[in-house]
């Protein structure tokens, strides 16, 4: 299984950002996947998930109405769309395979929301 996160940086507040996360390894039009973030001193926090068809998806109360988060199963890639950003979206963003972040992780990318 490898899972490899890009597309963060930093952006200031009210940005946007489109996260990527390039699937190998395991059929990934099998499985549910989701996106898991940690902030600096703080434990994992679940973001969202998606079904396998794309025909479902989940989020968490802070990123309702802000996120959205899609794959491509032709391309063996999950996407999470970040509008209104907030400084409290700074974080190490990790894609997972399996819903809820239960799964294999990748190694993150780096989300910073500053003025």
């Known amino acids: 299984v490898q899972l490899v996160e890009s597309g963060g940086g930093m952006v200031q507040p009210g940005g946007s950002l489109r996260l990527s996360c390039a699937a190998s390894?395991?059929?990934?039009?099998?499985?549910?996947m989701s996106w898991v973030r940690q902030a600096p001193g703080k434990g994992p926090e679940w973001v969202s998930d998606?079904?396998?068809?794309?025909?479902?998806?989940y989020y968490a109360d802070a990123v309702k109405g802000r996120f959205t988060i899609s794959r491509d199963n032709a391309k063996n890639t999950l996407y999470l769309q970040m509008n209104s950003l907030k400084p409290e979206d700074t974080a190490l963003y990790y894609c997972?395979?399996?819903?809820?972040?239960?799964?294999?992780w990748g190694q993150g990318t780096q989300v910073a929301v500053a003025s």
């Open positions: 390894g395991f059929t990934f039009s099998s499985y549910d």
């Open positions: 997972a395979r399996g819903a809820k972040g239960e799964g294999s």
């Open positions: 998606i079904n396998t068809s794309g025909g479902r998806t």
